[in-house]
Every structure is written in structure tokens, then in C-alpha cells.
């Protein structure tokens, strides 16, 4: 079935840090990928997405890119800033479908 | 700007008690999604609709019941609450297959 596995948290930097969090999935088909972000209080908003193969998805200085041969979609920004702190959801929804399926999600704590 | 609106953003119920949940999107979307979210255990589906009059089942949809009579609502029910279902309910909305998800702000349920 899919499913999709991501790195547990929280995980905590210092302003300015380099951020890696990381993503799996199993999929049949050719899924499209997503980011999540949940700040405090409120729900979920895409961050970004990739539909095929070696696309990039990029936002507010956040990059993700789709590696089929790893079956991968690591979430990175070179330089986080205290405002980053939040829960990060990695999810795939199937070619064909429109069920998201979502990762159990990461927090993230950025300190100044 | 409303998206996807959800009332009420907390409540407190009594185990026994009854309630409902609304969800209301402005978007024209087909798709529309009940989740809840749990510590450690992201988002589980509990019921969605693929268009108006129609309802299905998620991963988790016991003690719960939903309808969508008209296609910018998606109601989702408690008949009897029970200590378990003490969540944070998500609701979403997509336009048709393949495409993203659009979330309301959360509600918070605490069954005593």
C-alpha cells in the first residue's frame, strides 16, 4: 500500500542553521509529493509540491526534490529563522487518486 | 479569502453527549475530507466525499457519521462522544483528482 515515513522530531536549531528533514515513501504509480507546514493554532498549508520525477519544489527558501531511484522527497533550507518553527508533513497523493496520505509529521524547533 | 472555514474551534463534550461539526468551503472543490489529528500519529482520514450527496469511509470512521448535502458543506457527527475521540479535526477540501489539499483552521475536541 502507501505510505509515507518521515524523519521523528522534534528537532531543534539554532537560527541560521541548515535543515534537513527527511522522506520516504512507498507508492504505486507515480505519486505527486507535498510539504505540509502547521504553524501553532492552526491547520495545515502546503509549503510545496512536486508532480514527476526530478522536479524541484521550492518556497519562502524551503526546497524538496522528487528522487524516484531513492523514492525520496527530503525537505531543505539553507538558513532557518525563528518563524520556521513548526510541524512538517510530508504526503503523497497517487496518480489518479485524490486521498492525501500524510507522514506522521516533524517539529521543528528553531531557537534565536 | 475563507477557504475552508470549520466551526466550532473548540469544544468541551461529556462522554454520551452528541455534537456536529461544520465545514464550509467557498472554493467550488469536489473532494471534501474529514481528518483528525493525534500526537505522533499525523492525519487519519475518517470519512470523505467525492461530490455532493456522496459520502465514503476513511481509515478510522467508527462513532462517527457525515453528510454533504449541499456541495460547500461536509458535516461530520459525534452520536455518542467517547474519551477517545479527544482530537484535533481537520477538515479539507481539494478541486478534483491530483490536486492539493486546502485545510480549515482545526477543531478541538475534548471529550470528559
Known amino acids: 500500500g502507501n505510505s509515507v515515513t518521515q524523519m521523528e522530531g522534534p528537532v531543534t536549531l539554532s537560527e541560521e542553521a541548515f535543515l534537513t528533514i527527511n522522506c520516504t515513501y512507498t507508492a504505486t504509480g507515480y505519486p505527486s509529493l507535498f510539504w505540509y507546514v502547521q504553524y501553532p493554532g492552526e491547520g495545515l498549508q502546503l509549503l510545496l509540491k512536486?508532480?514527476?520525477?526530478?522536479d524541484k519544489g521550492s518556497n519562502k527558501g524551503f526546497e524538496a526534490t522528487y528522487r524516484k531511484e531513492t523514492t525520496s522527497f527530503h525537505l531543505e533550507k539553507g538558513s532557518v529563522q525563528v518563524s520556521d518553527s513548526a510541524v512538517y508533513f510530508c504526503?503523497?497523493?497517487?496518480?489518479?487518486?485524490?486521498?492525501?496520505?500524510f507522514g506522521a509529521g516533524t517539529r521543528l524547533f528553531v531557537k534565536a | 479569502n475563507a477557504g475552508v472555514t470549520q466551526t466550532p474551534k473548540f469544544r468541551v463534550l461529556k462522554t454520551g453527549q452528541s455534537m456536529t461539526l461544520l465545514c464550509a468551503q467557498d472554493?467550488?472543490?469536489?473532494?471534501m475530507y474529514w481528518y483528525r489529528q493525534d500526537p505522533g500519529m499525523g492525519l487519519r482520514l475518517i470519512h470523505y466525499?467525492?461530490?455532493?450527496?456522496?459520502?465514503a469511509k476513511g481509515e478510522v470512521p467508527d462513532g462517527y457519521n457525515v453528510s454533504r448535502l449541499k456541495k460547500q458543506n461536509f458535516l461530520l457527527g459525534l452520536e455518542s462522544a467517547a474519551p477517545s475521540q479527544t482530537s484535533v479535526y481537520f477538515c479539507a477540501s481539494s478541486l478534483q483528482m491530483n490536486t492539493e489539499a486546502f485545510f480549515g483552521q482545526g477543531t478541538r475536541l475534548t471529550v470528559v
Open positions: 472554493m467550488n472543490h469536489e473532494y
Open positions: 504526503a503523497l497523493l497517487n496518480t489518479g487518486g485524490f486521498k492525501t496520505i
Open positions: 466525499s467525492v461530490g455532493e450527496g456522496t459520502t
Open positions: 512536486a508532480t514527476k520525477a526530478d
